[in-house]
C-alpha cells in the first residue's frame, strides 16, 4: 500500500509493478486533502462551528489517518482496532468518537482508559454497558445517542429496516435521554444519526438537520445541554454506482446511465446553511459534525493489477471484486 504525494500517478508504472508486484492499491494524497479541504472550507463558510470526523473503517492505513490528521481531522471508530491505528497515526483522544451497534466490553476499557471525546449510544442498553463500566474504571463519559428519524420516502422498505439498526427512534429520544439522565459518570452532550451510504441528494441531509435541530431544542427545555450535532456520513463517492431497479434494467437493456452525484461543496453548503438557520433558537450554538468515508477514500486511489489469462469474451486479473469490497447495495 502507497500513499502519494501531490505529483499524483505520473510515475513509471512499469517500474512500480516490477518493484512490488501485484495486485497493490495506489493512493494519492493530492485527491485526499483536495476532497478534505472541499469540505471543510464549505461547512465553515457557512457556519464556523464544524468538525470532521474520518470514518477509519474506509481506510485506516497508517499513511491516510496521518495524512487526515495532519489536514486538522478528527477521527470515528468503530472498534478497538481502528482506536489502537487511530492513536498510533497520532490523533488526540479527544479528536475521536466511537459509535456502532457493537461495542465489546474490552473496546469499551480502552476507550474510556483513552479518555476519547465522545460514545455514541445505539440503545438504552448500549448506554447502560458503558456507565457500569465507566463506574467500575471511575471515568466520565461525554456522550450522546445515535438518532434513527423519520425521512419519508427516502428509505422504505428492506432498506428502511435495515437501517433501523443504527440509533433510536426519534419520537421515543427525549425520553431515552431522561431516563440514560440518571445512569451514573455519563455526560449527554450530544445527538447523532446515520441515515445510510452513496447518498446521492442533499435532500435528507436537510430533513436530517431539521428532526436533529428540532430535537436539541426539545432537549434544551428538559434541562440538557446540546454541544454537538452528528449528522454521520452517507456522503457519496463518484466512483460508485448506486444499483437501483431504474439503472439495473437500463443495464439489462444495454444502456449505460450514471445517476449524476452532486459535488461534495454542495451537500456541504447547503447542510452548513441550514443548520445555521435551525439552530438560531439555541443560546449555545452546537458544533455541526460529519462523519465522511467513501467520499474520501474511494477517489484517491486504484487498485493496480495484472492480466494473468485472457479467455475470450474473459479477461482474468490477478484480483478479484474481494479487493475492493462494497455494499451489496452498490455496483460498478
Not at 446521492?200 to 428538559?222: E, G, M
Amino acid at each position: 500500500m502507497k500513499l502519494l504525494s501531490d505529483q499524483g500517478f505520473d510515475i513509471d508504472f512499469a517500474a512500480l509493478v516490477e518493484k512490488l508486484g501485484t495486485p497493490f492499491f495506489l493512493f494519492q494524497e493530492k485527491v485526499l486533502k483536495e476532497r478534505y479541504q472541499t469540505l471543510s472550507d464549505a461547512l465553515v463558510k457557512h457556519y464556523p462551528h464544524t468538525r470532521i470526523y474520518y470514518s477509519a473503517k474506509t481506510n485506516f492505513s497508517k499513511w491516510v489517518l496521518r495524512s487526515l490528521r495532519g489536514y486538522g481531522s478528527n477521527v470515528e471508530i468503530a472498534c478497538g482496532q481502528e482506536l489502537l491505528a487511530a492513536r498510533r497515526a497520532g490523533f488526540e483522544p479527544q479528536q475521536i468518537c466511537f459509535d456502532g451497534p457493537v461495542k465489546v466490553a474490552d473496546d469499551i476499557r480502552y476507550a474510556l482508559q483513552e479518555g476519547i471525546g465522545y460514545f455514541y449510544f445505539d440503545s438504552l442498553e448500549d448506554a447502560k454497558r458503558v456507565s457500569a463500566i465507566a463506574v467500575a474504571m471511575g471515568k466520565k463519559v461525554k456522550s450522546g445517542f445515535r438518532i434513527h428519524p423519520r425521512l419519508g420516502g427516502f428509505l422504505s422498505g428492506a432498506a428502511e429496516f435495515y437501517i433501523t439498526k443504527f440509533g433510536i427512534p426519534i419520537e421515543k429520544a427525549v425520553e431515552i435521554y431522561q431516563e440514560a439522565q440518571q445512569l451514573p459518570n455519563l455526560e449527554l452532550e450530544a445527538i447523532s444519526s446515520h441515515i445510510g451510504s452513496q447518498i446521492i441528494s442533499v435532500r435528507p441531509y436537510l430533513q436530517l438537520v431539521d428532526q436533529l435541530t428540532r430535537l436539541a431544542i426539545l432537549l434544551t427545555k428538559q434541562g440538557f445541554t446540546i454541544h454537538e450535532i452528528n449528522l454521520g456520513g452517507g456522503f457519496p463517492s463518484g466512483t460508485l454506482i448506486k444499483t437501483t431497479p431504474f439503472n439495473f434494467a437500463l443495464r439489462f437493456l444495454g444502456v449505460q446511465y450514471r445517476h449524476p452525484v452532486p459535488e461534495l461543496a454542495t451537500y456541504a453548503e447547503e447542510i452548513a446553511k441550514r443548520f445555521g438557520q435551525r439552530v438560531e433558537r439555541l443560546a449555545l450554538k452546537p458544533v455541526l459534525a460529519t462523519e465522511p468515508g467513501r467520499s474520501f477514500a474511494s477517489q484517491m486511489g486504484i487498485l493496480v493489477s495484472r492480466v494473468s489469462v485472457l479467455k475470450e469474451p474473459w479477461v482474468i486479473l490477478d484480483a478479484s471484486k474481494y479487493f475492493i469490497p462494497e455494499s451489496i447495495f452498490f455496483a460498478q
